[in-house]
């Protein structure tokens, strides 16, 4: 590896250029992982919204505000807004922040690039809401998309399809970058089994999102044929089956869930070691873990699909590789506990944040392990129980992960501290309320309340008020954050270059807030 | 605008949250769990759940004292030194290794159910579902009787947006039909299951029955129900607008009773019915 | 210019992308609104143009500096790993199409044919239905239709697209040697022969179309045909284009001996082209 140092013909002596202009043709990575944070900051605000129009309509039975397709519109795009608008660029925007600065790079390797898989986010984002305006509104199909009846979908059709392929372009854009960058621009002696775990999480969701978004965009695809070209993909009367794109689906749709929390698993892996004040333990064995876990995504998917009359053979194997996922994910759980033993801990925000994910997402991961035992599933399958089971991995999972992190580098970002006891108020208030939202959401699946449904039997009523209390807590709560990060963008204490004593690792050997350009010289690596 | 959380509301909550901690479910207001069902399987299935449930919990216990005995114990507040360990092969093996052994002894009883399930032979009779956008088709193969199962019209005039009527005043709010299938108790019965648009789901939480109407497609499957009753459940797979508005209800009847009803549906009385389609 | 090639390059500002983002969002709007029965022409034709007049700035940019000697060592592995995972994702995309081929031909239509578990599906709707390839499902969708043979234009365009692969790597060799006058014949010939390819392409969906009723109506066996040759025909343009592309710059003297990252990306994705169209004559064609 050649020596890596900046070259910037135009402007060696580094300002940005200045307003607007700085921040639509910048190709620092910096500058553009600010735009992705702030883009699903913003977007956590449109899916929160949405999902509290879908908490209002379910505070008690019978209908009170929207009609059931307008409902069923919501539940679509609050998941798609989520998943692809708001927790995927929110860890592509950490990625583009962190992963040069850990790994002593001077920027991402492609940062033309960058700036377009950035670029295309509001585009593709655009052109999905823009369907809620539309005759017969947004799409109503649920996140997955099933046919046939998403080719029931009116106007919107083409524009979510379309949105989808956009949004697939700029995560297999943004994964090159990572990867490309991780695999080219290390710093001299830092080997692979030296970069720090949260750069070895990405490195991985990275081949998964170049292995997956490309099936999504061919299953979307045929969706677009079938539904205006007269193909029979998705046809039993052509020959074809509406079962083949709930596989391509779930090939898609397993690793994405994956995707989601592994870079979770990765700013964790930072935070927690930080606040124990001790190594992480078992670093390398955590990689392995990681890299079984991708490994074990790709074969599970139809897990998914216990009820659609698969052969028996199909069903065994799909809950057995599941249940195997438990395994590596067991290791990581083990090995963060096993970091703060006899450690020397500290409580500030982003360890709260941190422990409370340790907690929750393990509820989540054994309400995963519940729904993964077939027969089980067969009463679990489209039941709140399962929405209860991802919002535990999901929300105190990946988006506390991101908000762990968020206040972990909010010093090395901003170059101030952000103000303590609020992000503890903050805490605090997420973390009874999360809890408040999405725990009584299990007895209510458990008791036989379907998923999708904008209105339920009377026996449902008062878990479901209580979910929904819990849901406004908790979203109002989210206000709090935001005016925290502003506050801190705005000023504040000083932050020092080491932010957290026991933070170890090439970032924080640079002044905070962190220089326009970083290791422009590559810095020693022991 | 209807009105109304029910006053004795938090009441309930109170006791039924005693009742379930006690473990004792019927004096629950309302379900925190899983039903035991009325069919073998959902007993089975029930047995497995419960197997699951507490080997997570116990888990559960010990991961998470574990993780609280740090957080009490290794406080830098209370001038914990930290350790510099970042490894141990052993430890690693071990938590790996455990969890492998419970995940087998969960596989096993697992895969004996799922397998038991499976088995549709020995069938004493057959009967076709079918889904559409929004309401169920019964017929009973073989015997000359179908017809459609629609949300009750009560159901249907309450759940208009704003229709100002109060769901608790109904008895089985969104979970009564104008017309029930009807079954008889004790019988193997083989469910032939399709859609004719798009993809449906028939579930009875009591039999543990859940099964998706694929259109083009006949998935099948069976149940026996040892209890007469009537017993309720919904479509479980998102099939459009009034999805959550068909709902399924099987009347099942003992075995004499319902050859007399058989017979009485019998030569096409019942299909004229039909179609009173919404 | 001097200490250039010790240095990362890190390019400055960039309009580029936001115009390229514009364009592509302008262009699936107009598909869009054209999918569903309204007229939106001049969107089309707007997006379209902005997005190939992007291209052009885009890599004309990128083409600039790699002609003043901006680029590193170390830039140009970026540029090939990059590359080629790209082409990984590519890979995929293809793979699903084929996914589906095997799906429908495995397991779908045996089921409709009532295997598996599935007698009732084949006794009570499909009567009488016996699962076989070609086919054009149950409701026989679409009409009569007859299958394309492998031995005639497919053989034919598989010999051409394997010797094209031939010709890349003898411009290749020379490249290296520096043999520029074989280096631009070669290259000429083999974006010739994949507009060859693409002109018996074009041939063979007419006569599909119009003598042999084989259409994208045409079930599961006309969805899957056209489908997967579509798209391989749309990269076999793409890639013919690039050709053309790095055929100007070669005749303009770009590219050295050592430094012609973009000819072997191109060459790579000639390849990839290739090797897809090998599945596709096994597959689709021929068993
Ligand atoms: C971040 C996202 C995320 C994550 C991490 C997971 C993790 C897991 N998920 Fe989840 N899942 C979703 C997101 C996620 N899921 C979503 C979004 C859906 C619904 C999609 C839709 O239908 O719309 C879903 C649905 C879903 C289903 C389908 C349910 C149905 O529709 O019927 C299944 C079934 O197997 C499943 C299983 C699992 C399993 C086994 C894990 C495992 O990875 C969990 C492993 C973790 C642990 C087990 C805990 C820690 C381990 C230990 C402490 C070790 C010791 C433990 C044991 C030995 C038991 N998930
Ligand atoms: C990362 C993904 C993610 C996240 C973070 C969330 C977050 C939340 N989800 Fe979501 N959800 C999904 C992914 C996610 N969900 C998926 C994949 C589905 C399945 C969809 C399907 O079935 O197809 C789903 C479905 C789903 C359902 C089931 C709907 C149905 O079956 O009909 C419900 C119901 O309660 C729900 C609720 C919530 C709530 C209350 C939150 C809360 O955590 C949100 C917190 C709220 C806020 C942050 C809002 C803040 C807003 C304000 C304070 C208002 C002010 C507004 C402005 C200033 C603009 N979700
Ligand atoms: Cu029928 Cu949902
Ligand atoms: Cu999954």
Redesign the pocket.
């Known amino acids: 590896m050649s020596a890596t140092t900046t070259h910037d013909e135009h402007h060696d002596d580094h300002g940005p250029a200045k307003g607007i202009m700085r921040w639509i043709t910048t190709t620092n990575h910096k500058d553009i992982g600010t735009l992705y944070l702030v883009f699903a900051l913003a977007m956590?605000?449109?899916?929160?919204?949405m999902?509290?129009v879908?908490?209002a309509e379910?505070f008690q039975p019978g209908l009170q505000f929207v009609n059931p397709d307008f409902?069923?519109q919501?539940?679509?795009m609050?998941?798609l807004i989520?998943?692809f608008g708001?927790?995927m660029p929110a860890f592509v925007g950490f990625a583009n922040w962190m992963v040069p600065m850990m790994i002593g790079a001077p920027d991402m390797a492609l940062p033309r690039l960058n700036n377009w898989s950035f670029w295309i986010l509001p585009f593709a984002g655009t052109l999905l809401l823009s369907t809620l305006f539309m005759d017969g509104g947004g799409p109503a199909s649920?996140?997955?998309l099933y046919p046939p009846l998403v080719l029931q979908t009116g106007n919107a059709l083409p524009f979510a399809i379309f949105s989808v392929h956009l949004l697939g372009v700029s995560s297999i854009m943004g994964s090159i970058n990572i990867i490309v960058t991780i695999m080219n621009m290390r710093a001299p002696g830092m080997t692979l089994l030296k970069m720090p775990l949260f750069v070895w999480t990405w490195l991985i969701t990275a081949y998964l999102l170049i292995a997956v978004m490309p099936v999504l965009a061919g299953g979307v695809t045929m969706l677009l044929t079938d539904g205006f070209f007269g193909t029979s993909f998705f046809q039993a009367a052509g020959g074809g089956d509406p079962v083949l794109f709930q596989h391509i689906f779930w090939f898609f749709g397993h690793p994405e869930v994956y995707i989601?929390i592994l870079p979770a698993f990765g700013i964790i892996s930072q935070v927690i070691p930080t606040f124990s004040r001790k190594p992480l333990f078992g670093h390398d064995s955590m990689v392995y873990a990681t890299a079984s876990i991708a490994f074990l995504s790709f074969i599970v998917w139809a897990h998914h699909m216990f009820t659609v009359g698969m052969p028996l053979a199909g069903q065994l194997f799909f809950m057995l590789s599941t249940m195997l996922i438990a395994i590596p994910t067991g290791v990581k759980v083990f090995n963060w506990t096993a970091t703060m033993w006899r450690g020397s801990l500290s409580f500030e925000t982003p360890m709260l944040f941190a422990l409370a994910f340790l907690f929750l997402f393990t509820i989540g991961g054994f309400s995963g392990l519940m729904v993964a035992i077939a027969p089980a599933d067969f009463q679990y399958h489209d039941s709140?129980f399962v929405?209860a089971h991802?919002?535990y991995v999901?929300?105190p999972g990946?988006?506390f992960g991101a908000i762990a992190g968020a206040y972990y580098w909010l010093p090395k970002w901003t170059g101030h501290m952000y103000n303590e006891t609020l992000g503890k108020v903050h805490f605090w208030l997420s973390a009874i309320f999360?809890n408040l939202?999405?725990f009584p959401?299990h007895f209510v699946g458990l008791a036989g309340m379907p998923?999708?449904?904008?209105d339920y039997a009377t026996q449902f009523a008062d878990f479901n008020a209580i979910?929904?209390v819990?849901?406004?807590g908790?979203?109002?709560s989210?206000?709090l954050l935001v005016y925290v990060v502003i506050q801190c963008v705005r000023g504040g204490e000083k932050a020092s270059a080491q932010v957290w004593d026991g933070a170890e690792g090439l970032e924080w050997t640079v002044p905070s807030p962190a220089p326009y350009h970083t290791f422009e010289e590559p810095p020693l690596v022991r | 605008m209807s009105t109304n959380l029910r006053k004795h509301d938090f009441n309930t909550f109170l006791t039924a949250l005693v009742a379930s901690l006690l473990g004792n479910p019927a004096q629950a207001a309302w379900e925190v769990n899983m039903p035991v069902g009325v069919t073998d399987a959902s007993a089975k299935i029930f047995d497995l759940h419960m197997l699951i449930f507490w080997v997570c919990v116990v888990i559960a216990v010990i991961v998470f004292s574990a993780m609280i005995y740090c957080l009490v114990a290794f406080r830098k507040s209370k001038g914990a030194v930290p350790a510099t360990f970042s490894h141990s092969t052993t430890a690693e093996i071990v938590w790996t290794v455990i969890p492998v052994l419970i995940l087998v002894a969960m596989a096993v009883p697992a895969a004996q159910t799922l397998v038991e399930i499976d088995d549709t032979r020995d069938t004493e009779m057959t009967i076709k579902i079918t889904g559409y956008q929004w309401k169920w088709q019964y017929e009973y193969v073989g015997e000359d009787v179908s017809f459609y199962s629609n949300l009750a019209a009560s159901s249907n005039e309450t759940r208009q947006l704003r229709s100002g009527i109060d769901p608790f005043q109904e008895d089985n709010y969104l979970l009564d039909v104008d017309r029930p299938l009807v079954v008889p108790a004790d019988t193997k019965i083989r469910y032939l299951i399709t859609s004719n648009d798009v993809i449906h789901a028939w579930w009875v939480p009591d039999f543990a029955v859940k099964k998706d109407a694929i259109p083009g497609f006949i998935n099948e499957g069976w149940f026996r129900v040892n209890e007469p009753g009537v017993y309720r459940g919904q479509c479980a797979e998102?099939c459009g607008k009034d999805h959550g508005f068909m709902p399924v209800v099987v009347e099942v009847l003992p075995r004499e009773e319902f050859t007399a009803w058989l017979a009485g549906q019998q030569g096409g009385a019942a299909v004229a019915s039909a179609a009173t389609a919404r | 210019m001097a200490h250039a090639q010790d240095k990362y390059y890190i390019p400055h500002g960039t309009k580029w992308p936001i115009l390229m983002s514009l364009g592509l969002f302008t262009l699936f709007l107009g598909v869009s609104v054209w999918l569903n029965g309204g007229n939106a022409t001049p969107a089309i034709i707007v997006g379209l143009a902005i997005v190939i007049t992007m291209m052009f700035f885009w890599f004309g940019e990128v083409i600039g500096e790699s002609e003043a000697g901006t680029f590193n060592d170390q830039v140009d592995t970026s540029f090939r790993i990059g590359m080629m995972w790209f082409i990984f994702s590519e890979v995929m995309f293809f793979a699903v199409f084929f996914g589906a081929l095997f799906y429908a031909r495995q397991l779908a239509l045996p089921w409709l044919g009532g295997e598996g578990s599935n007698f009732f599906t084949n006794l009570l709707l499909w009567e009488g239905f016996e699962s076989s390839w070609p086919s054009n499902g149950p409701a026989d969708v679409g009409g009569e239709f007859e299958p394309m043979g492998a031995w005639g234009i497919p053989a034919l365009n598989t010999a051409i697209l394997l010797t094209s692969g031939v010709t890349i790597t003898v411009a290749h060799h020379a490249l290296k040697e520096g043999n520029r006058r074989v280096l631009g014949l070669f290259l000429a010939l083999t974006f010739l022969l994949g507009f060859i390819f693409m002109g018996f392409q074009a041939y063979e969906y007419i006569h599909a179309y119009q003598e042999l009723n084989l259409t994208m109506n045409s079930g599961i066996y006309g969805s899957t045909f056209f489908m997967l040759t579509g798209f391989h025909g749309m990269h076999v343009t793409i890639g013919a284009i690039m050709l053309v592309v790095i055929w100007l710059r070669c005749l303009r003297g770009h590219f050295t001996a050592k430094h012609h990252f973009a000819f072997e990306a191109v060459a790579w994705y000639w390849h990839f082209v290739d090797v897809v169209w090998l599945g596709l004559f096994i597959f689709v064609y021929w068993l």
């Open positions: 956590l605000f449109v899916g929160g919204a999902s509290l879908i908490r379910l409902f069923n919501m539940t679509t609050h998941a989520m998943v708001m927790i649920g996140w997955t989601i709140y929405v991802f919002h999901l929300v990946a988006l999360v939202t999405f959401q998923r999708r449904i904008p979910s929904s819990g849901a406004f908790f979203g109002f989210q206000l | 998102l």
